[in-house]
């Protein structure tokens, strides 16, 4: 719970809410919404459970003074904010005893992970962030019954 009266984080916070927003948006126009919508995470990698989900991470925020590069800091540099932000569709996948899925069901999961990922990018775009530079999308599983990617945005922070 948190605590009454406490002043909300203003420059990231409202970029990811909007990121939100839009990922919902996109995911449900193209028919690929997870059974929980989209949440926002909080601090370290969240449980890879065996659910249908989908969520926004702030994975790191860290000075710049090159814009979208993680720079040292010196003396008298002329600075600002960014984000690293982490948009990750994971799908629960049967996998058989012995763990080996059928071609056809490796092709469909990666057909959809791929179409998972354009939604990922159509949010990013459609959000309108100022200042912001794409990183990689990152597949994953189908270990342990999950399979699904994660698409990195770093973003200028105080637009």
Known sequence: MAPSGYTAEASIWPIVERLKA????ELTARELMVKCNVSIKPG???DFSAVDAAWIRVASVFQTSSFPNQTPVGRGVATTEAALLELTV???IETPRGGVLSAEKETEASRLALADKQAMLAAIKC???SERSLGAWVPFGPGGGVYGGVQEVTVGIGE
């Open 127 to 129: 959000c309108k962030i």
């Open 44 to 46: 370290a990698l969240p």
């Open 22 to 25: 839009c990922f919902e948006k």
């Open 90 to 92: 994971l799908r629960c």
